[in-house]
């Protein structure tokens, strides 16, 4: 069975930074697009940032120039560097595995707040 477990969330100030992983048991996480969705609340939910197996990465709109997503295949995790974080970034956030032909699978959320 695949687990996705997240850690690095939590309250920051405006202009702060933090740093998300996400590690994977249970499959071959190399083989996986992983990557980070968020959702606030009484929005939709949207995609944050994806990372091929090959390392190939997209952003969402909103983030790109301050978020960085990379990947440490013999770690099985992925992670998410947030810089110059802004209160429209308070929003839970999902880390994702997706292959093609294959079942997708998602964490269980970890809340950032960005407030002062």
């Known amino acids: 069975q695949v687990q996705l477990v997240e850690s690095g969330g939590g309250l920051v100030q405006p202009g702060g930074s933090l740093r998300l992983s996400c590690a994977a048991s249970g499959t071959i996480f190399s083989l996986y697009v992983m990557g980070w969705y968020r959702q606030a609340p009484g929005k939709q939910r949207e995609l944050v940032a994806a990372?091929?197996?090959?390392?190939?990465?997209d952003y969402g709109e909103d983030v790109k120039g301050r978020f960085t997503i990379s990947r440490d295949n013999a770690k099985s995790t992925v992670y998410l560097q947030m810089n110059s974080l802004k209160p429209e970034d308070t929003a839970v956030y999902y880390c994702?595995?997706?292959?093609?032909?294959?079942?997708?699978?998602w964490g269980q959320g970890t809340q950032v707040t960005v407030s002062s």
């Open positions: 994702f595995a997706r292959r093609t032909n294959y079942n997708s699978y």
């Open positions: 990372i091929s197996s090959g390392g190939t990465t």
